[in-house]
């Protein structure tokens, strides 16, 4: 069998407050296969952003081993984690992230700006996930000429643009109303469906409900890992 897109082994974070150690993740274990649709759940201090934060290279563990795509990223620089971050992982914020005075199309090219790609390279292949998430007649828009729901769709072209071997989404649909919410989710199913690897992180059961993998945090700790 293939090596897993994802394997995490004891995995522990610190942190340091005052002059007490703060233990928030105590030694996870964990593996995503490639093209699988994980949702991460826990209650609020139960680890899981900062399990998010390590997982989208953000952050790097205290101890344990971080193996993405087959290279060990728990202990590497900040400079080799911001490339693996472009190359590697698309990600999906609440607030969009976008920058205020750019177009759709310009804001969803940003990626493969610092991957190195030429404008015409960046304009051909923003317009094409910019198609793909029903945005087409909306490139040269500003996000304030944009819906909550179509900024999203604008975070996940962005997300998609350099291909990357996952998608890591952060309460994708916490801004949105539950009819948007759930155009959001339909969208990010068919992109499943295309063989992309999602992992989302939310609170929301419903939200949830949509990945074919739950895995709940408690105290730092995996509490449950169920596959439908």
Do not use: W
Not at 39 to 52: E, I, N, V, W
Not at 149 to 158: E, L, M, N, P
Not at 169 to 194: C, R, V, W, Y
């Amino acid at each position: 069998m293939a090596n897993p897109l994802i394997k995490i082994e004891s995995i522990k974070r610190d942190f340091a407050l005052g002059n007490e150690i703060v233990y928030v993740l105590k030694g996870i274990d964990l593996e995503i296969e490639k093209g699988e649709y994980v949702a991460l759940m826990g209650p609020s201090g139960s680890g899981k952003s900062t399990l998010m934060n390590l997982l989208g290279c953000l952050d790097t563990p205290t101890s344990g081993s971080y193996i993405l795509n087959g290279k060990d990223v728990s202990q590497m620089q900040d400079d080799e984690l911001a490339d693996i971050r472009n190359k590697e992982i698309g990600f999906i914020f609440q607030t969009f992230n976008l920058l205020p005075r750019t177009t759709a199309l310009d804001n969803v090219a940003l990626p493969m700006i610092y991957a190195g790609h030429s404008k015409s390279e960046r304009n051909i292949r923003a317009t094409e996930v910019l198609k793909q998430v029903n945005l087409a007649d909306r490139m040269d828009h500003q996000p304030n000429q944009l819906s909550g729901g179509q900024r999203q769709r604008v975070a996940i072209a962005r997300a998609l643009v350099n291909k990357p071997s996952i998608i890591l989404a952060d309460e994708p649909t916490g801004n949105l109303d539950s009819k948007t919410s759930e155009e959001i989710m339909a969208l990010l199913q068919e992109i499943h469906e295309k063989g992309n690897t999602i992992i989302v992180v939310t609170h929301e059961e419903d939200i949830a409900a949509h990945a074919k993998r739950i895995i709940r945090m408690r105290d730092g700790m995996i509490e449950s890992d169920t596959s439908k």
